[in-house]
């Protein structure tokens, strides 16, 4: 039985072909770890997307609430109470 073995040619394309192959697959790989990086980013920004929509349908179910329309009159429009007094310290 005899074995022929493969000639130089054959060697080099095969050489060739695996280099080519290693480093398309590196590519591969650096696409994938940003492709996982931006999945990351993404999710993080609909988890706090989904965080400030709570607050605002929150903020509309509870929109009559007195006590919170008092709250945004203080704290937005700086409004108090008849007989309050607002002390401000400066420096």
Same mark, same amino acid.
């Given at each position: 039985?005899?074995? /022929?073995?493969?000639?130089?040619?054959?060697?080099? +394309? +095969?050489?060739?072909?695996? *280099?080519?192959? @290693?480093?398309?697959?590196?590519?591969?790989?650096?696409?994938?770890?940003?492709? =996982?990086? =931006?999945?990351?980013?993404?999710?993080?920004? #609909?988890?706090? =997307?989904? =965080? #400030?929509?709570?607050?605002? @349908?929150?903020? +509309?179910?509870? @929109?009559?609430?007195? /006590?919170?329309?008092?709250? *945004?009159?203080?704290?937005?429009?700086?409004? +108090?109470?008849?007989?309050?007094?607002?002390?401000?310290?400066?420096?």
């Amino acid at each position: 039985m005899k074995v /022929k073995r493969a000639g130089l040619l054959t060697k080099i +394309v +095969v050489l060739a072909l695996l *280099i080519g192959l @290693s480093i398309a697959l590196l590519d591969l790989r650096s696409r994938l770890e940003d492709a =996982q990086a =931006q999945k990351a980013a993404l999710t993080a920004q #609909v988890d706090a =997307q989904t =965080q #400030v929509n709570a607050d605002l @349908s929150d903020a +509309v179910e509870n @929109s009559d609430d007195p /006590k919170r329309q008092q709250d *945004i009159a203080r704290d937005s429009l700086g409004l +108090v109470l008849p007989g309050e007094k607002i002390l401000r310290i400066t420096e």
